[in-house]
């Protein structure tokens, strides 16, 4: 079976995770037959353009793995692959609808048909603009007189439409809820219906798989590729992605109140915060689609090997914030050391913690950071949340952590003690210096936990972290004393409590 898909996205803002899931089933269904996967960018609607849009779409599939056959930047021998570019095509098309009676000029101003959905309202039934018949006189005066006309698309009356939707199943509708719609503006723009229609004919699109929103749009597309007497693709309509725990659908206004709640909506959060693409994109694949109850991890030959349009759900499925961080833990897991380090670099040189160019010592320093963080690090940015201590001069304490370990009033006696078993200890490494701790703890006849905890908090300025032998060991003797004394200096400065 020939299969060729597209992703046609409007660049009038930043690409949603719902948007790369969409583009991700596209992609998936033609790689999984062996066919064609087409970008395509919509970008008749100027008005709505983003600048540097398209570049963020571009990169921001780079980024995920997902590549195209045809498109910007690729090329192809169905191009232009924008449709501003592609206005000829549009022309050519309506002279074949205007020839065949299918398209009018429409001289009706928004006020007139301000007119004409008040009355409707009045009357309690649905607007619907349909033609309206002007005298062979009229037209020749609307023409004379240069007054603008939008291009409009006559919908038959009285007819059933039916889609045989691969989700969703058939779904039927009548022309008779149908208005007369427009196909070209009156300066000239194609809009969606009709541009999209001609674009997917140009390009020999099979399979058109988009967003549930577009279903709505479906039937006009019906009848001008009917009008253009081509065959029609198949038509699959994907649910959209819920709010978490929710069936409600993600709201633009509320963007906000979810990145409150750690929820990213947008593709480039994720690529800032250091996720992995081959974690999100295995996550986005399982958002609406099942295939077996008990495996989540998927690399890309599995999706590929396995992705069918049967099993993709046909109610929506909850963005899960915690489930995609799971599996983003889960693939980390398995990352070769040294793409870790090559992901955590950026982060420390932004922030100032690691010169340009990267010693040896700074790399077997995040080297063995990575190593104690262990499964700690789930993305990329964890580096300065858990490990930034690791990389400064001086220790900053978090407040809760010194108050819950270090006032006490016999704190300060035991980390000049400690202090005074980290100068002596050697050699200076993992095995010994967990030896010389424990060993104080039972000479002091203290608790490990009394122990351990004041001296994390006193080198690390953290209360939780990796290891503390490990932490011990990495900062080093010289870098762990004076953090030591720094503490204990903050100590003489505010009372402790008994």
């Given at each position: 079976?020939?299969?060729?898909?597209?992703?046609?996205?409007?660049?009038?803002?930043?690409?949603?995770?719902?948007?790369?899931?969409?583009?991700?089933?596209?992609?998936?269904?033609?790689?999984?037959?062996?066919?064609?996967?087409?970008?395509?960018?919509d970008?008749?609607?100027q008005?709505?353009?983003?600048?540097?849009?398209?570049?963020?779409?571009?990169?921001?599939?780079?980024?995920?793995?997902?590549?195209?056959?045809?498109g910007?930047?690729?090329g192809?021998?169905?191009?232009?692959?924008?449709?501003?570019?592609?206005?000829?095509?549009?022309?050519?098309?309506?002279?074949?609808?205007?020839?065949?009676?299918?398209?009018?000029?429409?001289?009706?101003?928004?006020?007139?048909?301000?007119?004409?959905?008040?009355?409707?309202?009045?009357a309690?039934?649905?607007?619907?603009?349909?033609?309206?018949?002007?005298?062979?006189?009229?037209?020749?005066?609307?023409?004379?007189?240069?007054?603008?006309?939008?291009l409009?698309?006559?919908?038959?009356?009285?007819?059933t439409?039916?889609?045989?939707?691969?989700?969703?199943?058939?779904?039927?509708?009548?022309?008779?809820?149908?208005?007369d719609?427009?196909?070209?503006?009156?300066?000239g723009?194609?809009?969606?219906?009709?541009?999209?229609v001609?674009?997917?004919?140009?390009?020999?699109?099979?399979?058109?798989?988009?967003?549930?929103?577009?279903?709505?749009?479906?039937?006009?597309q019906?009848?001008?590729?009917?009008?253009?007497?081509?065959?029609?693709?198949?038509?699959?309509?994907?649910?959209?992605?819920?709010?978490?725990?929710?069936?409600?659908?993600?709201?633009?206004?509320?963007?906000?109140?979810?990145?409150?709640?750690?929820?990213?909506?947008?593709?480039?959060?994720?690529?800032?915060?250091?996720?992995?693409?081959?974690?999100?994109?295995?996550?986005?694949?399982?958002?609406?689609?099942?295939?077996?109850?008990?495996?989540?991890?998927?690399?890309?030959?599995?999706?590929?090997?396995?992705?069918?349009l049967?099993?993709?759900?046909?109610?929506?499925?909850?963005h899960?914030?915690?489930?995609l961080?799971?599996?983003?833990?889960?693939?980390?897991?398995?990352?070769?050391?040294?793409?870790?380090?090559?992901?955590?670099?950026?982060y420390?040189?932004s922030?100032?913690?690691?010169?340009?160019?990267?010693?040896?010592?700074?790399?077997?320093?995040?080297?063995a950071?990575?190593?104690?963080?262990?499964?700690?690090?789930?993305?990329?940015?964890?580096?300065?949340?858990?490990?930034?201590?690791?990389?400064?001069?001086?220790?900053?304490?978090?407040p809760?952590?010194?108050?819950?370990?270090?006032?006490?009033?016999?704190?300060?006696?035991?980390?000049?003690?400690?202090?005074?078993?980290?100068?002596?200890?050697?050699?200076?490494?993992?095995?010994?210096?967990?030896?010389?701790?424990?060993?104080?703890a039972?000479?002091?006849?203290?608790?490990?936990?009394?122990?351990?905890?004041?001296?994390r908090?006193?080198?690390?300025?953290?209360?939780?972290?990796?290891?503390?032998?490990d932490?011990l060991?990495?900062?080093?003797?010289?870098?762990?004393?004076?953090?030591?004394?720094?503490?204990?200096?903050?100590?003489?400065?505010?009372?402790?409590?008994?």
């Amino acid at each position: 079976m020939t299969v060729r898909t597209r992703f046609a996205p409007s660049p009038t803002g930043f690409l949603h995770i719902g948007g790369v899931r969409t583009a991700l089933f596209n992609w998936l269904l033609a790689r999984h037959f062996g066919g064609q996967f087409l970008l395509r960018i919509d970008d008749t609607d100027q008005e709505r353009h983003v600048e540097d849009a398209v570049k963020g779409i571009l990169d921001g599939f780079r980024w995920i793995g997902i590549d195209w056959d045809e498109g910007p930047d690729v090329g192809g021998p169905n191009g232009p692959y924008y449709q501003s570019q592609r206005t000829a095509n549009y022309q050519a098309a309506v002279r074949r609808l205007i020839d065949s009676g299918h398209v009018y000029r429409d001289y009706s101003t928004e006020a007139e048909r301000a007119v004409e959905k008040a009355a409707a309202e009045r009357a309690k039934r649905a607007y619907r603009f349909r033609r309206l018949a002007l005298s062979p006189e009229e037209l020749a005066r609307n023409e004379s007189e240069g007054r603008p006309y939008a291009l409009r698309f006559q919908v038959p009356l009285g007819r059933t439409l039916v889609v045989h939707d691969l989700i969703k199943g058939d779904i039927t509708f009548s022309t008779d809820d149908i208005g007369d719609f427009v196909v070209v503006r009156p300066d000239g723009s194609p809009l969606y219906n009709f541009a999209s229609v001609v674009d997917d004919l140009a390009m020999g699109i099979t399979h058109v798989v988009r967003a549930e929103e577009h279903l709505s749009n479906t039937f006009p597309q019906l009848l001008v590729f009917e009008a253009l007497g081509s065959a029609l693709p198949a038509f699959a309509h994907v649910p959209y992605v819920a709010e978490p725990g929710s069936k409600a659908k993600m709201s633009k206004r509320k963007i906000q109140q979810y990145e409150d709640q750690g929820v990213l909506v947008y593709l480039h959060q994720y690529i800032e915060r250091g996720y992995l693409p081959d974690a999100l994109l295995n996550y986005l694949a399982r958002l609406g689609w099942s295939y077996d109850a008990t495996q989540e991890i998927f690399s890309r030959a599995e999706l590929i090997e396995k992705f069918t349009l049967e099993r993709v759900t046909s109610s929506p499925a909850s963005h899960d914030q915690d489930k995609l961080f799971w599996i983003e833990g889960e693939w980390m897991k398995v990352l070769p050391l040294e793409r870790k380090i090559a992901g955590v670099l950026p982060y420390l040189k932004s922030e100032g913690l690691v010169a340009e160019p990267v010693t040896d010592a700074d790399r077997a320093k995040i080297e063995a950071v990575i190593l104690a963080l262990g499964d700690r690090l789930k993305v990329f940015s964890d580096i300065l949340k858990l490990g930034r201590f690791f990389f400064t001069k001086e220790v900053v304490h978090d407040p809760d952590a010194v108050k819950r370990r270090l006032r006490k009033d016999t704190v300060p006696a035991m980390l000049a003690a400690l202090d005074a078993v980290l100068a002596e200890v050697e050699p200076y490494d993992l095995a010994t210096l967990e030896k010389v701790i424990h060993a104080y703890a039972e000479r002091s006849g203290r608790k490990m936990g009394d122990v351990v905890n004041p001296l994390r908090v006193a080198t690390t300025g953290q209360g939780v972290g990796p290891g503390l032998y490990d932490c011990l060991f990495i900062l080093g003797r010289e870098t762990c004393r004076t953090r030591i004394a720094q503490t204990l200096d903050m100590l003489k400065a505010e009372p402790t409590t008994a």
